[in-house]
T-cell receptor, first 114, second 111 residues
């Protein structure tokens, strides 16, 4: 596709359930980022991949959060044993090479934990 | 750690008028990039303008321009001839080795 694709667009989970959020970056983009955006707030950095290597995971809020990009293209953000405070929009973005270039964002996955 | 501060939670402007959104940042780095992103209700984050810190000349993009004051660590966005379609959340962002966003300013353009 022409842009960054994220699925599902909406996800409702019961507290304690595991969820997996998918990101399809633009083909050929080396850098991939995950952000968490709470309602009315700015996106908060979660993690950064360069190809398949996870170079920075300093923003992951707990060990319940795990991200992977095994073949350097599609990425999955997994949240185990979801809690209500995990409710947010999860944004994925990619850039051709470095973080300093223009980032192309997906439309996000809105996660609601009940 | 880098921080980005947007001190205006909300702004309003009449259609066709000019508005300035404020942004300050804190960093010890010398080489970095600054951005303004627009996020309409669709949630799609759209790049408005980008500035390299080593360039003294302020970036412009059609109706959008910045006032970059490196010593003051200030990076404001000016929108000229505001249009109804400019209504959105605007985020200032700093990039050293990763992109860090401010809390955002809601801009409402009134007809």
């Amino acid at each position: 596709g022409a842009g960054v694709s994220q699925s599902p667009r909406y996800k409702v989970a019961k507290r304690g359930q595991d969820v997996a959020l998918r990101c399809d970056p633009i083909s050929g983009h080396v850098s991939l980022f995950w952000y968490q955006q709470a309602l009315g707030q700015g996106p908060e950095f979660l993690t950064y991949f360069q190809n398949e290597a996870q170079l920075d995971k300093s923003g992951l809020p707990s060990d319940r959060f795990f991200a992977e990009r095994p073949e350097g293209s599609v990425s999955t953000l997994k949240i185990q044993r979801t809690q209500q405070e995990d409710s947010a929009v999860y944004l994925c973005a990619s850039s051709l090479r470095t973080p300093a270039e223009k980032l192309f964002f997906g439309s996000g996955t809105q996660l609601s934990v009940l | 750690a880098q921080t980005v501060t947007q001190s205006q939670p909300e702004m309003s402007v009449q259609e066709a008028e000019t508005v300035t959104l404020s942004c300050t940042y804190d960093t010890s780095e010398n080489n970095y990039y600054l951005f303004w992103y627009k996020q309409p209700p669709s949630r799609q984050m759209i790049l408005v303008i980008r500035q390299e810190a080593y360039k003294q000349q302020n970036a412009t993009e059609n109706r959008f321009s910045v006032n970059f004051q490196k010593a003051a660590k200030s990076f404001s966005l000016k929108i000229s001839d505001s249009q109804l379609g400019d209504t959105a959340m605007y985020f200032c962002a700093f990039c050293g080795n990763k992109l860090v966003f401010g809390a955002g300013t809601i801009l409402r353009v009134k007809s």
